[in-house]
């Protein structure tokens, strides 16, 4: 059974525009959720990341928007660029043993 | 950039053999993890490691078995590989300390048995 339940698969974006992907989880025990950007080759790294007591959260051009009542979070990239382009990750920390459960990626193409 | 190293980056093999993938890291981490990536997919945890002689299995059955003697070491023995254990591997570790816990990783190794 998913835990993290990940979408779009993936996405087209133009250059500029807003780049949107969603999480949904159902274990109401995770306490900490990161994004994590991985490209090809590459193992994932660390983006931006949330506790559920905060609504959302930014750095830079990235936000995460947390919906706690609805079981949501979503990762929006403002201003996408062509170096934006890699496969996203969200993903859940469990409480009691610092385990992390990964959504199945959202490979994003920002077109020049 | 994250010190923590996989080697080898690929290996192509045959059916039957043992393999073990190396994974270190210069951090003095406690947590270590293994996880399984398939092309598309999400990664699944196949192993875990609170510190030096401490190992527990993940979510995901694998036939892989781990070792921890040493803090920065992490093996991943298959003892006979098949065409079902192709897959790319990847290593983690973290502090196990603090508010975040962030995992860093490691490249990963791309694993073909043929």
């Known amino acids: 059974q998913q835990q993290v339940k990940q979408s779009p698969q993936s996405l087209i974006v133009q250059k500029g525009g807003i780049s949107i992907i969603n999480c949904a989880y159902e274990?109401?025990?995770?306490?900490?959720f990161p994004w994590y950007q991985q490209f090809p080759g590459k193992g994932p790294a660390l983006l931006i990341a949330?506790?559920?007591?905060?609504s959302e959260k930014k750095e830079g051009r990235f936000t995460i928007s947390f919906n706690k009542s609805a079981k949501q979070f979503s990762l929006h990239i403002m201003d996408s660029q062509p170096g934006d382009s890699a496969t996203y990750f969200c993903?859940?920390?469990?409480?009691?043993?610092?385990?992390?459960?990964f959504g199945s990626g959202t490979k994003l193409n920002v077109k020049p | 950039e994250a010190d923590i190293y996989q080697t080898p980056r690929y290996l192509v093999i045959g059916t039957g053999k043992k393999i073990t993938l190396e994974c270190s890291q210069t951090?003095?981490?406690?947590?270590m993890y293994w996880y399984q990536q398939d092309p598309g997919m999400e990664l699944h945890l196949i192993h875990y490691?609170?510190?030096?002689?401490?190992?527990e299995k993940g979510d995901l059955s694998s036939e892989s078995t781990v070792s921890r003697i040493r803090t920065e070491h992490f093996p991943l023995t298959l003892e006979s590989a098949r065409p079902s254990h192709t897959s790319q591997y990847l290593c983690?570790?973290?502090?196990?300390?603090?508010?975040?816990?962030?995992?860093?990783f490691g490249p990963g190794t791309r694993l073909t048995v043929l």
């Open positions: 274990n109401t025990a995770f306490d900490y």
């Open positions: 951090m003095g981490h406690d947590k």
């Open positions: 993903a859940a920390r469990g409480v009691n043993f610092n385990k992390f459960y």
């Open positions: 490691s609170y510190g030096v002689n401490s190992t």
């Open positions: 983690a570790s973290s502090a196990g300390t603090g508010d975040t816990n962030e995992q860093f």
């Open positions: 949330i506790r559920p007591d905060v």
